[in-house]
């Protein structure tokens, strides 16, 4: 598998590797000094943000938010002048504002909890001046994961 995914090096094997890192994390017995949460949204860095800085994910960003809905995938809930616009149609457009969001650190969790249900995440983006938000997207932790799971199945999917 590792040819395929460009090595160890390769965004591909990093993007599998952040996914068990989040499996193995959202697993760990109770009381171990870990935070799922935070692993989520490491996750989403190495699933979809790292490999994205490295054009590995050409075909997957063109799919439709509403296709994606229809297969199961979380729904964010997004608000801003780029939804207004209609802006937010597809993965990519997702993903280049919650790049925009991670880049900025304009990422917020509403608690604390290690319970990935009892968390929700918010990513906001702003305009290059960083006086008007343009979007933003919340989602709750259990959800972020599942997107990461949906994502990376996809890009596992095309690369395969």
């Known amino acids: ?3 395929k995914l460009q090595g160890r090096n390769g965004t591909g094997e990093f993007a ?3 996914m068990k890192n989040l499996d193995f994390v959202v697993n760990a017995q109770a009381g171990a000094d870990v935070h799922p949460v935070t692993q989520t949204v490491g996750a989403l860095l190495g699933i979809i943000v790292f490999p994205w800085e490295r054009n590995a994910l050409l075909a997957v960003k063109k799919k439709r938010l509403a296709v994606a809905a229809a297969e199961g995938w979380p729904a964010w809930k997004m608000t801003g002048p780029l939804v207004d616009a209609d802006k937010i149609k597809a993965l990519g457009n997702l993903i280049e504002q919650v790049r925009h969001s991670v880049a900025h650190g304009k990422v917020t969790f509403d608690s604390d909890s290690k319970e990935l249900e009892k ?3 918010t990513f906001e983006s702003y ?3 960083g ?3 343009k979007w933003r997207g919340v989602i709750r932790a259990d959800q972020l994961a599942s997107f990461c799971r949906k994502f990376s199945a996809c ?3 095309y690369v395969a």
Request: proline residues 0%.
């Open 119 to 121: 968390v929700t995440v």
């Open 1 to 3: 598998m590792l040819d």
């Open 131 to 133: 006086n008007t938000m």
């Open 155 to 157: 890009v596992a999917d």
């Open 127 to 129: 305009t290059r001046d």
């Open 16 to 18: 599998l590797r952040s």
